[in-house]
């Protein structure tokens, strides 16, 4: 009894803790670089102008013209690139859809030599691609698992990585404009705020992979720091040499 009862417990911590994250939808990729990008790029955008030694008005009209900018760059972008790749699969999907309908049979038996190949028995393999293509939608969505890499009902919605995307980066790129449009008039707190946001999101971006999170949010407070040093340097150089 004891042993059937550690049984039961295995199959059941192994049933609780073995779930994936969703590695394919299409909210989480747009959502970070759409964060990432609205932070440094705004953060960038107003070090540089800040270097040139213009007024606190040219520098929250450029944030703020930035935010907008990039928000319906990224939008426009994400939207076209993920509409695009989803049009292609589903021009790729109807090739398969005809050859289903034109050659059952050979098909089928694709089906089969695809399981030999990973090792099943030739009559299993025969019957199992027999069965599964008794339903030709099932049938559609195993051809494209096995031989596409696709799942036709989990495509990315080109709605959701544009609506993602635009509102993380507006959200990032508002960072950096934030303490000036609450009374701020130097650069500092609109330097330290968008450095925390980057270390913030870097940290929460490692609850979804495998680094540590000081390492991913240390990671981008260091590339957006770089970015923005790099900028307000070229912004005083062009500044003094313009003036």
């Not at 994400?78 to 050979?106: F, G, I, M, N």
């Not at 494209?144 to 080109?158: F, H, V, Y």
Request: aromatic content about 6%; proline content about 4%.
């Amino acid at each position: 009894m004891a042993i059937i009862d550690n049984e039961a417990t295995l199959h059941e911590a192994h049933r609780d803790n073995h779930t994936h994250r969703d590695v394919n939808g299409g909210w989480l990729r747009p959502a970070v670089f759409g964060a990432m990008d609205g932070l440094v790029s705004n953060l960038a955008l107003m070090t540089g102008v800040a270097g040139g030694s213009v007024s606190q008005q040219t520098i929250v009209i450029t944030g703020l013209a930035g935010l907008a900018a990039g928000a319906f760059s990224m939008a426009a972008g994400e939207y076209t690139s993920v509409a695009s790749q989803r049009e292609l699969v589903q021009a790729e999907l109807d090739v398969e859809r005809r050859e289903l309908r034109k050659h059952p049979k050979d098909e089928e038996k694709e089906l089969a030599e695809l399981y030999m190949a990973r090792g099943v028995e030739s009559a299993l393999a025969r019957e199992v691609a027999r069965q599964l293509s008794e339903d030709p939608e099932q049938a559609l969505e195993i051809h494209a698992r096995e031989e596409l890499g696709i799942d036709p009902g989990d495509l990315p919605s080109p709605v959701l990585a544009a609506a993602s995307s635009f509102g993380a980066f507006a959200l990032g790129a508002l960072l950096p404009v934030l303490p000036y449009l609450l009374g701020a008039s130097a650069l500092w707190p609109a330097v330290v705020l968008a450095l925390l946001g980057l270390f913030a999101c870097g940290a929460v971006v490692a609850r979804v992979t495998a680094r540590s999170w000081w390492f991913s949010g240390l990671r981008q407070l260091a590339l957006g720091g770089a970015a923005a040093g790099v900028t307000y340097a070229l912004g005083t150089l062009f500044g003094t040499a313009l003036g």
